[in-house]
């Protein structure tokens, strides 16, 4: 004969609620709640009985209720195209810096590099009713444009530029980015400068015609130079573009990589073919990731900020959403980038490098 559940005990397998714990701790569901909310009005005794009864029985709180309740949520929605890529670790790890100590979480969601999907991100993100939201990149659809727009909440696109934000935009311009990488390489005397691309998202193809600006800048014709891919960037990718480039350019001379990863591949790559960098193969990556300075020969690449656009992208949403609700005056923070010199490049006079390097420094 089935016995009858203990008193206190919870019967079924549904989720615990408050009056789950109230019976445990043998009190009423009202000074369960009190307890919970605002400890600081029952005894020490009475709290530490429902603390245990929680812990005991795995009970989690209402957020939705509570925020409904209180019209605050303490989340803060954002989107990314990629969870895997480490290029947006730096973002979310200075999100969570800021956020979680002053008791807001960090709701993320990954689109995959595909605008439908963000926009159904979005969409998603939104229902939950986060306090702000932030987006990675400017090439929203309509309809999540729309949705931003209308949603009453703090917006912020990070990563590139656009003259026409939504709310507030932080970032960098990906176009004059490329344009410096590949002005550099024909400086320090490259004549033949090829392009790897993958995948070749909005912000990889602004860097692609900032490759294709300084090439014609300079009359050198790109006619062979270029390979990309629309697959996710990966360092046996970059090894596989970069062998792609060099069947139709065997005299080239130097690579502008639009990641980090690829341009360790076009390295692996050079030493499995015995070509020496940078005597005869200068190669620059893009975002400076940790790897590159430990690389064997060290990495040239383009710095971008991307702690520092986290940031100051949470900052202003906690000086919004705690204070008067205002916007900052400036709507368009641009963060920069710089151009870090390694072994991966050939050295040129002191004063050419100088320049070179100088292009993208707009702090």
Do not use: W
């Not at 309740?69 to 303490?74: L, Q």
């Not at 990906?174 to 550099?184: E, F, K, L, P, V």
Request: proline share 6%.
């Amino acid at each position: 004969m089935m016995q009858p559940p203990a008193p206190g005990k919870r019967s079924g397998r549904g989720r615990t609620t408050l009056s789950d714990v109230a019976a445990h701790a043998g009190v009423s569901a009202v000074t369960a709640s009190r307890a919970l909310r605002k400890p600081e009005m029952v005894s020490d005794d009475l709290r530490q009985r429902v603390e245990r009864a929680v812990r005991e029985l795995g009970y989690i709180p209402n957020q939705l209720a509570s925020a409904l309740a209180s019209a605050r949520t303490r989340t803060i929605g954002v989107v990314v195209p990629s969870l895997t890529n480490s290029v947006f670790a730096d973002l979310l790890r200075a999100l969570h810096d800021v956020f979680l100590p002053v008791g807001y979480q960090v709701l993320v969601l990954d689109s995959r590099y595909h605008p439908n999907e963000e926009e159904g991100a979005i969409h998603t993100l939104l229902g939950q009713h986060p306090e702000a939201m932030i987006v990675s990149g400017i090439d929203q659809t309509a309809r999540a444009r729309q949705l931003l727009e209308r949603s009453s909440v703090p917006v912020i696109q990070t990563m590139e530029l656009t003259d026409d934000p939504i709310d507030i935009n932080i970032g960098l311009d990906q176009r004059d980015a490329g344009h410096m990488a590949t002005r550099y390489l024909l400086g320090i005397g490259c004549r033949r400068v090829g392009l790897v691309a993958a995948p070749l998202d909005p912000r990889a193809h602004r860097r692609r015609l900032g490759y294709a600006d300084a090439m014609s800048d300079a009359g050198v014709d790109p006619t062979g130079t270029v390979a990309i891919t629309p697959r996710p960037s990966t360092v046996a990718i970059g090894a596989e573009l970069f062998a792609e480039v060099l069947t139709k350019t065997p005299d080239l001379q130097g690579i502008f990589c639009c990641n980090d990863d690829l341009a360790l591949g076009v390295l692996f790559e050079c030493q499995r073919r015995g070509i020496r960098v940078p005597d005869e193969m200068s190669i620059v990556g893009f975002n400076d990731l940790e790897f590159c300075a430990t690389a064997c020969p060290t990495l040239t690449s383009v710095a971008t900020p991307r702690y520092e656009m986290g940031l100051r992208s949470a900052e202003i949403i906690l000086e919004i959403i705690s204070g008067s609700g205002e916007r900052p005056r400036e709507r368009r923070i641009d963060v920069g980038f710089k151009l870090i010199e390694r072994d991966s490049t050939r050295r040129a006079a002191a004063g050419l490098r100088l320049a070179s390097v100088g292009v993208g420094e707009r702090r």
